[in-house]
């Protein structure tokens, strides 16, 4: 039988012991990579739910809701011209 988890524990320890062993090996670069595939990946995810959300919306009105998400409203007035309080987030 499984070794229970304990509450608010996710990752078996035997998994997390590979998963800390993995990290410890990975240079710099294989690090970097990791991180920035899981970087797109969770935009791509975002993405797909602003296309359910918006589904008439052009590609750069995914974009703008997407950068909205993570920059505030001046910012998206000065660089974009886009008033996410106006058109939505």
């Known amino acids: 039988m499984a070794a229970a988890l304990s509450p608010?524990?996710?990752?078996?320890?035997?998994v997390e012991a590979m998963m800390t062993a993995y990290?410890?090996?990975a240079t710099p670069?294989?690090?970097?990579a990791r991180l920035a595939s899981m970087g797109r990946s969770?935009?791509?995810l975002a993405r797909?739910?602003?296309r359910q959300r918006y589904p008439a919306a052009t590609e750069r009105e995914i974009d703008?809701?997407?950068?909205?998400r993570?920059?505030?409203r001046d910012t998206m007035m000065r660089a974009f011209g886009w008033d996410p309080?106006?058109?939505?987030r």
């Open 48 to 50: 797909a739910e602003l």
């Open 64 to 68: 703008l809701r997407l950068r909205s």
């Open 23 to 25: 990290w410890r090996r």
């Open 85 to 88: 309080d106006l058109h939505g």
């Open 42 to 44: 969770i935009n791509e």
């Open 70 to 72: 993570t920059l505030d």
């Open 8 to 14: 608010g524990q996710d990752t078996h320890p035997a």
């Open 29 to 32: 670069t294989e690090k970097f």
